[in-house]
């Protein structure tokens, strides 16, 4: 029994070993401040605070990758959720939006965010700073409808 175990034991190390091998690339393009959501927005110091804190990591070019997205199969998963984070929605790159994109993902930050679905729970878990708070909320959906307004006024 105890040879079976050492046996096993071997064998998952060498295979974690082995799959170190595959490392995805973890990518933090270069950022223009004037594209970015803050540049294109000027979003007030509250919601700039807020998005920083809670939203950047996944949804920007400026990601902070922690330590652990070095180690398969994490690297993996981080990898994959921060490139699909930043194809929905890229606050580094705002500025290639067009006024009815940009509307609606104004309106889906205040829906995903109210809902609870944003920033993911699994995130959260390791990431605890990252929770919104129900004033958060509503700071980001007051400030959301009334960017959306100014959208709706300047394509007129």
């Keep these: 029994m105890l040879k079976l175990v ?15 091998v595959v490392r995805p690339e973890r990518t933090n393009h270069p950022v223009d401040p004037r594209r970015t959501l803050h ?8 919601v700039a605070s807020i998005l920083e804190r809670s939203c950047m990591d996944c949804h920007s070019n400026q990601t902070r990758w ?10 993996w998963l981080l990898v ?8 929905h929605m890229n ?25 609870g679905a944003m920033p993911l729970p699994s995130y959260l878990l390791i990431h605890r700073s ?9 700071t ?13 006024m300047q394509a007129r």
Excluded: M
Aim: hydrophobic share 40%; glycine share 2%.
């Design 130 to 138: 990252s929770k919104l708070a129900p004033q958060d909320v509503r």
């Design 66 to 75: 922690p330590w652990y997205s070095n180690l398969a199969p994490a690297s």
């Design 140 to 152: 980001l959906c007051q400030w959301g409808k009334a960017a959306r307004e100014r959208l709706a």
């Design 91 to 115: 606050l580094s790159e705002w500025a290639q939006y067009e006024r009815k994109d940009a509307d609606e993902l104004l309106e889906e930050i205040c829906e995903e965010t109210s809902k």
């Design 6 to 20: 050492k046996s096993l034991l071997i064998v998952l190390v060498v295979a974690f070993l082995a799959i170190q």
């Design 39 to 46: 540049g294109q927005l000027q979003p007030p110091a509250e």
């Design 80 to 87: 994959s959720h921060v490139d699909e984070a930043r194809e």
